[in-house]
């Protein structure tokens, strides 16, 4: 059992360009969220997703979209990636959306040039 | 707005014991955790508080003031591998969670 994998591990893009991280998790958690990473901040939400076929936006939503269309994957996808999108990703999952713990993939760390 | 706050960065000694603060200001309180981040890799769950006071696991203890709006995580008996950032998030009204910038800790021999 793996728990959450995240995909690729790390990335160098080119500005304007398309990129989509992946997230996977076979733990059957109904809630998954995104969360960006970047040093002297506190991670922030990027989006979650409650339930397989629901999203909602975080604190960070601009420049992102996710989907989630079954339980076990949700997918970030940069539509055109920025500097300022330079950032480690982290994938995490619940059990519920309310007061679980949440568990974490092992990051992607992605620079935009 | 929503703020936590917790110290940048904290030195302690192998063998000690180091206490982390975090204090918090948020719309609605649903419980805190506190996770472990080792360099380089993710967070992973320490401890869940809700209701005042002191929970112990092994070495750790987390302790929280719900009318302080603080909280400690308390680290005994300190090992090399416990130098990691220890991150403070608070559930607030929406249920989504809200982080703390982290803290540091350094171990020395």
């Known amino acids: 059992i793996a728990g959450i994998t995240q995909a690729p591990t790390s990335q160098i893009l080119a500005a304007g360009r398309r990129m989509t991280l992946r997230c996977t998790q076979d733990?059957?958690?109904?809630?998954m969220y995104w969360y960006r990473q970047d040093l002297g901040l506190g991670l922030r939400l990027i989006h979650y997703s409650n339930t397989a076929g629901t999203t909602g936006k975080g604190e960070v939503p601009d420049g992102y979209s996710v989907s989630r269309a079954n339980t076990d994957d949700f997918p970030l996808t940069l539509a055109s990636a920025v500097p300022s999108q330079t950032s480690v990703y982290f994938c995490?999952?619940?059990?519920?959306?309310?007061?679980?713990?949440?568990?974490f993939g092992p990051g992607t760390r992605l620079t935009v040039l | 707005g929503q703020n936590i706050d917790q110290p940048t960065e904290m030195t302690a000694t192998e063998g000690a014991i180091v206490q982390i603060n975090c204090t918090y200001q948020t719309s609605g309180f649903n419980g805190l955790f506190w996770y472990q981040q080792h360099a380089g890799e993710a967070p992973t769950f320490l401890s869940y508080?809700?209701l005042d006071g002191l929970e112990e696991k092994g070495r750790f203890s987390s302790f929280l003031s719900r009318s302080k709006g603080y909280s400690y995580l308390l680290l005994k008996e300190l090992q090399m591998k416990d130098s990691a950032s220890y991150l403070c998030?608070?559930?607030?009204?929406?249920?989504?969670?809200?982080w703390g910038a982290g803290t540091k800790l350094i171990i020395k021999p």
């Open positions: 998030a608070v559930i607030g009204s929406n249920y989504q969670l809200i």
């Open positions: 733990m059957r958690h109904n809630a």
């Open positions: 508080n809700v």
């Open positions: 995490a999952s619940s059990d519920s959306a309310d007061t679980d713990t949440q568990y």
